[in-house]
């Protein structure tokens, strides 16, 4: 029963994986902003969500909404003040200023919090179940929900709400949106606190699973970039799905090469993508 053991843990672990790739491909296909500070933002909410818990007591996935809503604060103000001067600019300027912007936040998150390793450990958090001789772990089989509930809620809102349609107009013909009265510099500030806001819910999942340091950005922020790439930026259920993959795939490589080749198995994948499939989209649908 290891492999499909294996096979389950790899599932759970990618449904996180695809939320945090959720924020960057909305922003990337919206915004055109590869946003190289995505994995600081999921640091932020994972810090927001453990100081939630351990100073007030508030469960972890109450604390989920509120450290969103402080997320969304952070992204929409990050945006309309500062990402707004770069938008739609070159690429390599908003590469730059959203690099900077990481190495910011992460050592401002180092002098507030230390570089001390930090877990969100709620009662439940080593609970599980057993179903046909699989141990199926609580706290990961939740992520594993949310992380549907809020692709579905995205795909939900860009489908069929008013703000939905804007940010899809204004994705494909700025000068056509802006006719219509659709106000670029806000409706682009919105967007990114959504992004932030869908990094800080997958920040607080990933405190639960996983540890806390400030430094935990940089990776994230490329397996995020990997994810968004393979399931492609026009709907949120392929992001997931594209988290799934690159999760089944590392556990595999965890169990045949060793736990050391999983990130080679996902940039690998990627690499193999990109020869396939060289011009992957990047528009909100």
């Not at 935990?216 to 026009?234: D, M, N, R, W, Y």
Request: proline letters at 4%; hydrophobic letters at 60%.
């Amino acid at each position: 029963m290891v492999l499909p053991q294996i096979l389950l843990n790899g599932v759970l672990l990618g449904g996180l994986y695809g939320l945090m790739a959720l924020g960057m491909a909305l922003v990337w296909g919206v915004l055109n902003i590869v946003n190289l500070s995505h994995g600081a933002l999921i640091m932020l909410g994972g810090y927001a969500v453990y100081f939630l818990f351990t100073v007030t007591g508030l469960d972890p996935f109450a604390a989920l909404p509120v450290a969103m809503a402080a997320m969304f604060a952070f992204g929409y103000l990050l945006q309309r003040r500062l990402l707004n001067l770069v938008v739609r600019s070159a690429l390599l300027n908003t590469l730059l200023i959203t690099f900077g912007l990481d190495v910011v936040l992460t050592y401002l998150a180092q002098l507030a919090f230390t570089a001390d390793f930090r877990t969100i450990n709620p009662t439940y958090s080593g609970a599980n179940f057993a179903v046909a001789g699989l141990t199926v772990p609580v706290v990961r089989l939740a992520a594993f929900g949310i992380a549907i509930a809020l692709a579905a809620t995205l795909w939900f809102v860009l489908a069929r709400s008013p703000l939905g349609r804007a940010i899809r107009a204004t994705s494909q013909n700025l000068t056509a949106a802006r006719l219509y009265g659709v106000d670029p510099g806000s409706l682009y500030a919105v967007t990114f606190g959504i992004g932030a806001a869908l990094a800080g819910a997958a920040g607080g999942l990933y405190g639960m699973v996983s540890n806390l340091t400030p430094y935990i950005g940089a990776e994230l922020t490329a397996k995020s970039f990997v994810i968004a790439i393979i399931g492609g930026l026009s709907n949120p259920f392929n992001v997931i799905l594209g988290g799934v993959f690159v999760g089944v795939a590392e556990s595999l490589a965890a169990l045949y090469l060793g736990p050391t080749f999983t990130n080679v198995v996902g940039f690998g994948l990627l690499v193999g993508i990109l020869v396939v499939r060289p011009s992957p989209s990047i528009r909100a649908a």
